[in-house]
């Protein structure tokens, strides 16, 4: 444990972030695997490109914020896309 009160604030704060990390690339796994379900169902295009809209928006909000390393982006950004592709759908 930190005896300084400038480093009890540094582990507050990476615990903050911590978490919000963790929240922002949960949100990102889960659009991720809705635009996978809805390629694997063969949903009407719209939606699907909806979905994969939205996934790219995360994805890259991600990486803006530093959450997400770019190339880390760019390798989830096109397995969807390769699927999608791949799903006849798009």
Do not use: C, W
């Not at 930190?2 to 889960?30: C, G, H, M, W, Y």
């Not at 950004?77 to 699927?83: C, L, S």
């Amino acid at each position: 444990m930190p005896n300084i009160k400038s480093a009890k604030k540094r582990v507050d704060i990476a615990e903050r972030n911590r978490l919000r990390n963790q929240a922002f690339k949960s949100a990102i796994r889960t659009s991720i695997k809705r635009v996978l379900e809805s390629a694997q169902q063969k949903e009407d295009k719209n939606e699907l490109q909806a979905r994969l809209s939205k996934a790219f928006s995360l994805i890259d909000k991600a990486i803006l914020k530093g959450i997400l390393h770019k190339n880390t982006g760019a390798r989830y950004k096109a397995r969807v896309a390769k699927a999608v592709n791949k799903s006849n759908v798009a």
